[in-house]
C-alpha cells in the first residue's frame, strides 16, 4: 500500500478568489486511518476529491508510493482508475435496479475479471460485512447501514489501496452511527487498508482515527492523535472546534495586570509577566469544585444543573462570568448553591493574539505531560 503525500496542495475554483484548499502539506502513511475534520466549507472534501483524482489541482504535488498523480508543475495528471483508490460517496450511490451481490461486483465486471474469481472476491468480503444474506435484494429493501455496507463491499471487493470516505454516516441515525464506528474500525483492521474520511463531526473522527487533520477556511490547522489534538489544541480555533461541551475560554486581553475580581482578573495575576496571553481555555472536566472558598478557589453559584444522560454539565456564575463544569459522577450540588472552584495551572490552555499556543512553563497539558 503507497503512502500518500500532499504537497502545498491548492485549489482554487475562480481566479482571484480565495482557494478552497490553501497550501496543505500533509503524509498519510500506508495503513493509516486519517481523518480530514472541521467545519463545512474547509476543503476538506475538495481535498478527498482530489486524491480520488475526480478534481484537479490547481497548485502543490499529490504522491501516491512516490509517484506524482497529481501535479501542475509537473503537467502530470493520473485518471482515477489507475490511482487504485476506492471513493464511497456520502449517497452511497447504489444502482437501485441491480441486487447487493450485482452492486458489489460490479467494479470486478468493469475490469473483467473471471467469473470465478470475482464470485470468491464479492463473497469473501460480503461475508466479512455480513451481508451475505442479502446479496438477492434490492437497495431499497435495506437500512441505511445495510447500504453502507454494500457501498464499503462494492470498494473493497476491487481491493483498493486507499479507501476514500466522504462524511460516511451522515445519513445514519444515532444507533446506527455508533454500530457504524464499531464496523469501520473492525474493517480498517480486517482489510489493512488506508482509510481517509471526510467528517465535520468531531467525536467520529475521535473514536474513529488513529490520526486527525483539522482544517479551516482551506488551511491545515494540526496534525496528530485524537489525544494530541484534544489535550494540546495547537492554536485557538482547534481548542474550541473539539470538545463537547466545548471548552471554557476567558478573553484576558481587556483586563489590566492586578485589576479587578472576575474571572479573567483571576487568571492573568496567576501569570508569568510579559506572558503575552490574550485567551486561557479550560476544558469543563478539567475543573475541580472544592465544598469551601479560598484564596485558591473561586467562589461561584451554581447556575443550572443540565443532565446529557451518563454525564451533567453544570453552569457556574462568579459575579458576570461563566463556566461550565461537567462530570460522570451524579452531582450533589443544588441550585444557587455556592462552593469553591479549582482552575489548575497545568489545564490552562494559554493563546496569543494570533490564536496560537503559548508554552509557558507550568502552565498547560503539554508541558506537564
Known amino acids: 500500500m503507497p503512502d500518500i503525500i500532499l504537497q502545498g496542495l491548492t485549489k482554487t475554483y475562480t481566479k482571484g478568489a480565495t482557494p478552497a484548499v490553501d497550501r496543505v502539506s500533509l503524509t498519510v502513511p500506508h495503513g493509516e486511518f486519517l481523518c480530514l475534520l472541521g467545519p463545512s466549507g474547509c476543503g476538506k472534501t475538495t481535498i478527498l476529491r482530489m486524491i480520488a ?13 512516490g509517484e506524482a498523480v497529481d501535479s501542475v508543475e509537473q503537467s502530470r495528471f493520473v485518471p482515477p482508475e489507475r490511482r487504485r483508490v476506492g471513493l464511497v460517496f ?3 450511490a447504489l444502482w437501485p435496479h441491480m ?47 445495510q447500504q453502507q455496507r454494500v457501498a464499503l463491499a462494492r470498494m473493497l471487493a476491487l481491493n483498493p489501496d486507499v479507501l476514500l470516505l466522504d462524511e460516511p454516516l451522515s445519513n445514519l441515525d444515532a444507533a446506527l452511527r455508533l454500530e457504524m464506528r464499531a464496523e469501520l474500525r473492525r474493517i480498517h483492521e480486517t482489510f489493512g487498508t488506508t482509510i481517509i474520511f471526510v467528517s465535520h463531526d468531531q467525536w467520529e473522527a475521535m473514536t474513529l482515527a488513529t490520526t486527525i487533520a ?4 482551506g488551511q491545515l490547522q494540526q496534525v ?3 489525544d494530541e489534538i484534544y489535550a494540546r489544541p495547537a492554536n485557538r480555533f482547534v481548542a474550541e472546534f473539539i470538545g463537547n461541551p466545548r471548552i471554557n475560554m476567558v478573553n484576558l486581553a481587556d483586563t489590566p495586570a492586578g485589576a479587578g475580581q472576575g474571572l479573567a482578573a483571576h487568571l492573568i495575576r496567576r501569570l508569568p ?5 490574550v485567551a486561557c481555555g479550560i476544558r469543563p472536566e478539567e475543573i475541580r469544585l472544592v465544598p469551601d472558598v479560598s484564596p485558591d478557589a473561586l467562589p461561584v453559584t451554581v447556575a443550572g444543573i443540565m443532565p446529557t444522560g451518563g454525564s451533567w454539565v453544570i453552569e457556574l456564575a462568579h459575579g458576570e462570568d461563566r463556566l ?16 469553591g472552584c479549582l482552575l489548575p495551572d497545568e489545564a490552562l490552555h494559554l493563546f496569543n493574539a494570533e490564536g496560537r499556543r503559548l508554552t509557558i512553563p507550568g502552565f498547560g497539558l503539554s508541558e506537564a505531560a
Open 53 to 65: 483524482g475526480i478534481e484537479h489541482a490547481s497548485g502543490g504535488t499529490i504522491l501516491m508510493d
Open 90 to 92: 456520502q449517497n452511497y
Open 99 to 145: 441486487t447487493v451481490a450485482r452492486n458489489v461486483d460490479f467494479g470486478l465486471r468493469l475490469q473483467n475479471v473471471s467469473p470465478a474469481e470475482r464470485e470468491a472476491r464479492c463473497r469473501d468480503v460480503m461475508t466479512k460485512l455480513k451481508i451475505a444474506d442479502y446479496a438477492k435484494r434490492y437497495p431499497a429493501q435495506l437500512s441505511g447501514g
Open 214 to 217: 483539522v482544517m479551516d477556511r
Open 224 to 226: 496528530g492523535t485524537p
Open 273 to 277: 509577566a510579559g506572558a503575552g496571553a
Open 324 to 339: 461550565f463544569f461537567s462530570t460522570q459522577s451524579r452531582p450533589r450540588l443544588k441550585p444557587a448553591e455556592t462552593v
